[in-house]
């Protein structure tokens, strides 16, 4: 009779706690959701801005943007820093929409940046360690960059777009850019990088009788489609023609590759 006391006791523990786990997490998410649509004040992004500016290499023969890692100074580490904190200590609820999406997607790409800076030298990317190790705190909670992705970018703008404009700093991931994104070009540059990212062999490969994509349409599954066929009618619209006739009638199934070397500029491609 007591241990089955004790199981009971245990049993409605549990549902308590992740009662109130599940509730933390809807109100963490949900809470992104406010903006305020007068406020008619800008982000300042040029720290960062400058920051990829000098960095970045955009004209990489492999048409895959790197980024100099090796290259970073003290100096321009600790702007790299002193910007994160700076972004850390605005409530991005109190600007409107547009100004909240560039602040989420350059504050995902600086923490990746900062996080690979602390380890490089190293030749791979750990996508999902890098994304969760550094936390800061916005508006009272704790984020990490893999915070930033599933509970604020996609649940609050519902736009496949996002997942372009987050690079993880891998070859295989959407490219870093050499501009920070603002109110005025994010939705514009998203576009424009998910058609680079599908016109690129890492994102897209299709013959007659193959189709390689990357793995990055399956971790975004739900954001491209429900089956494939969703996901070959989204790949159609940004392939370039020779590719896209090939989409059309492709009935195979869809192959999904990966490269997790960093995109650094002495990794060679392709593999």
């Known amino acids: ?71 970073v100074t003290r100096r321009d580490a600790k702007i790299l820093d002193h910007y994160i904190v700076t972004m850390a200590s605005i409530d991005p609820r109190s600007y409107r929409k547009l100004e909240q999406k560039a602040y989420w997607l350059n504050l995902y790409n600086a923490l990746t940046l900062q996080g690979l800076l602390k380890v490089y030298p190293v030749s791979t990317v750990d996508r999902d360690k890098i994304s969760r190790k550094r936390r800061i705190r916005v508006a009272g909670r704790k984020l990490n960059a893999a915070d930033i992705d599933e509970q604020i970018l996609r649940p609050v ?9 987050l690079s993880c700093a891998s070859m295989g991931c959407p490219a870093i850019h050499a501009r920070a994104f603002t109110a005025d070009n994010a939705n514009s540059l998203l576009k424009q990088y998910a058609r680079e990212f599908i016109s690129h062999p890492r994102g897209l490969t299709v013959t007659k009788n193959e189709l390689r994509v990357s793995a990055v349409f399956a971790w975004y599954r739900e954001q491209f489609g429900a089956d494939d066929r969703h996901l070959l009618r989204l790949l159609t619209h940004y392939a370039e023609d020779a590719k896209a006739l090939y989409l059309l009638g492709f009935s195979g199934d869809i192959q999904y590759a990966y490269d997790q070397r960093i995109n650094a500029p002495e990794t060679p491609w392709p593999l």
Request: charged share 20%.
């Open 1 to 71: 009779m007591q241990r089955l006391q004790l199981f009971l006791l245990i049993l409605i523990s549990l549902v308590c706690a992740s009662n109130t786990l599940a509730k933390t997490e809807a109100h963490a998410s949900t809470m992104w959701h406010d903006s305020d649509e007068t406020n008619p004040d800008s982000i300042d992004h040029s720290p960062f801005d400058g920051f990829l500016k000098t960095y970045v290499v955009s004209n990489h023969p492999s048409g895959i943007n790197r980024f100099r890692y090796a290259d």
């Open 157 to 165: 703008w519902d736009d496949y777009k996002v997942v372009f404009g």
